[in-house]
C-alpha cells in the first residue's frame, strides 16, 4: 500500500531540518558527480543527503521498479525519465518516498547498502539535470511588464494592448544555459547612449539578473497537435529556479523590432534540482484575477499558479556575506504554466522533453520585492544601499548573485536549493 | 595527387546535364532512407544520382580515409562529419570527388561496388542532414528590412536606427524545423483586426513564405570564446535553402515588445542537400558597400557574399504547373555570414554543430525579386496574377511553395536544389 508522499506528516529516517528545502514530501531529481572522473549520476535530493538512483538500481533493483528499457538509461541525463509518461514519474516517487520512511528498515538497517546509495550533497558537483533543446522565455509577471514598460514608455503606454491577452513569450537561447555555481563573464557589446550619434563597443555596463522560474517539459507533443490547458499539467516535468541574466544596455539597443538576442544569450543559469509538479501540488493557489477574460483557449479550471517564496541574495567581492535584496512570490504571476503551455502549442508548435519554458522576470507590488536590479534600482535612480556601504545599480565583477525558493508547509519546505553564480570580468580582447 | 575539386573543366563519369544542380563540382552532403525499414544513411548527390557514403565506407573503406572514431558512426545524421574539423571535410569532398571522375575506373568499371553504392535520387526519401540544435534567423536583407519598415511605420522610419550598425537577428524554434517536402499546416492562433476592440481566434489568415538561405555550424565554439570575423568561415560546414514560413497577422499582433513568436514557431522547411562552403567557394563576391563603417569586430577582409541565384515557384491545387512569383540573388544581402557568426559570439554565445543562421528573408531592389508574398502583394495591396486567372495576396490552402538556388558557373552549375512544401488547411478543433 502506498502512502501519499505529500503527506506533511511523513518522515525520513535520515535527519532534515525544518528549513531545509528538501524533506521527504519533496524529493527533487538531479544529476551530479562524484568526483572528475566519474560518470553523472541520477541522484533524489534528501536533507543534506542524495540517494544514489542510478547507483541502487545497480546495488537493489527490487527497490525502483523501472519498465525494463530504461535499466541500462539510468546515468548523464534525466532526459529518459522526462519523456515518459507522468503516472511513471509518480510511481518512481513514490517508490523511493516509501523506501526512505522513518519506519521502512529496508535501506535505513542496511549501512553496506546506505554507504553505497546515499552520499553528501556537500561532496559532489550537480551537473545540468538534462539536456535543454529548446528554451523559451514567457513575460508573465504583470508588475514587471508594466515596471519596464514604464521605464520605456511612460506610465500610459506602459502595457503592450496584448499583453492582458496573451502569455507573451521569445525564443532563449539553449545552448549557453548553465547549472547553478557556473561564473558568469561579462559580455561585451554594442551599445549607443542616448546623446551618442553612433554605437560603441566594450563589455556591458548594465549587467542585470532575473529572477524566474522555469518549467521543464516531461511528455512531448508531436508537430500541430496543441496541447490544450485542461492537458497541460501533464506534459510538466516539474520546475527549477532561473536566473536569466541580461544585459540592458545592449539590448536597449539591439531589441527593435525583433526583440532581445546578445543582451540575454551569453548565459541563463538554473538550479541543479528539478522539484517535480507532483511536490509542488500542495502549494497550487488561485493566481490573479484575469480581467479581461482570456480567449477560450487560454481558459483554465482550477488554480495553476504556485505559491513559491522566492528570493534574491547579493555579495559582493567586499562583502563577507550575501544579504537579501528582494523577496516575492510565484503567485504573483499573471498568466500560469497551462495557459503558457497551451498558448505556445495552439499554432502546433512541438515541445520537446528537457524544453526549459522559464515565467519571465517575477516582480511583486511592493519595492522590495522586485525581480531584476533594473526595476530595484529604477533604471539607475535609486541605488540599492547594501549594508557595507557599497550602493549598486547594476552588477559589478566578482558581484555574487544566489536565488532561492520555497514553498512553506507546515513544519516543512518544498525547496529549489538555489541557484548561484558570481559575475567575473570581461575577456581582454583587442578590437 | 589531388585535383581542385571546384575545376571547372572537371567531369564525373556519371552524366550531369548542365542544369543538373548536382554535378562533380558541388558533391553536395544529405541524408536519405532507401525504404521505409532501412536506416538512415549519408550520401553526396552526384547528377540523377546520390552516392551512399555509409554503404561504401563498408563496401570499399579503401575509396574513403575517414577518421578511425568515425568509421561506425556515418549512420543517421550529418552531425558527426560537422563536428570534426574543416580540413577534414575537404579531404572528403577530394577523395570522392576523385572517386567519380570520369578517367578514374575505380568504381566506374566496378558495376557490383556500382550497383550498391550509387541509388537513383528519386527513389529515396530525403531526411533532415543533422539534428539542429539552435537556430537563429537573422534580418540582413536591407531590401527586405526597408520594405516591412515602409508597411510598419511608413517611409521615413522605415530602418530602425540599429539596422546598418548590427546584424540583427533573433532566436528562431529548432524544433519545428522540417525537411523540404514535409506538408506545412495552417497555424490557428490570436489576431487583432486595426479596427476591433478585442483579439479573436482562428487559423491565420495572412500565411507567408520567406526566402532564405541557412548556414550551417560546423566546428563548435566554446561558451565565453567569440569567434572573429577572419575565423567565422572555418566554422561553417556548409548551406541550404530556408522557407521560413510565417503567420503575419499573429505576427502583428504578438511581436511587441520581444519578437516574433508563434508566427513563426509552427515550421520552418529547409532543403535536404547541404552545400559545402567549399563548393561555393568560386562564386564568392563583393557585398554591398557598407555605410556607415561598421564597428571593428564586425570588419572583415575580402569578398564574403555569395553569387546565388535564388527564385520562389507557387503552385495552386489548380495549377498543373508551377510558375515563378519572384527571382532574387543572394548578393544582396548586406551582412555577410563572418559579420553575422562574429557578431552571433561577440558577447560569448556558444554556436554548435548543426546550428542554422539563416540569413533572413532576401529580397532585391525590384518588384519582382522579393522574398515573401506580404512585399510581392505589398500588405495585399496589389495581388499577385497568376495566369490561370487567379490572384494571391496570402497562401491559401493547398498552394505549393517552392524555391529553388544555384550558382551559375562555366558550363555547370552548383545548386541546392529545393525547398518545396504545400499548405494544408488548419485543423479543426472545438475551442
Redesign the interface.
Known sequence: MIDNPNDPSLRSFIDVSPDSPFPIQNLPFGVFRRDKNSYPHIGIAIGDEILDVSELTEAAPQFLKWPAFLQLNLWHDLSNILGITPTFWREIRQQVSQLLRYDNPALRDNPKLRQRVLTRRSDVRMLMPCHI??YTDF?SSREHATNVGIM?RGKDNAL???WV??P?????????I?VSGTDI?R????T?ADDAD????GPTKSLDFELEIGTLIGTPND??T?IPTSQAAEHVFGMVLVNDWS?RD?QK??????????AK???TSISPWVVTLDALEPFRVAGPKQD?EP???LRCEGNWSYDIQLEVWLQTAKMTEPVRISATNAKHLYWNICQQIA??T???????TG?LLASGTISGPTPDSLGSMLELAWKGTRPIQLPNGETRVFLQDGDRVTMTGYCQGPGYRVGFGEVTARVLPA?E?G?
Open positions: 533543446p529548446n513575460y520605456l503592450m494592448p496584448n491577452h496573451l507573451v513569450a521569445y525564443h532563449g537561447r539553449a545552448s549557453s548553465v563573464r559580455p561585451h557589446g554594442q549607443k553612433l554605437p560603441t563597443f508537430l500541430g496543441p544585459a545592449i539597443w539591439e531589441y527593435q523590432p525583433l526583440g532581445p538576442f546578445l544569450n551569453f548565459a479581461p480567449l477560450p483557449y498558448h505556445h495552439i499554432n502546433g508548435c512541438n515541445l520537446q524544453d575577456v580582447f578590437n
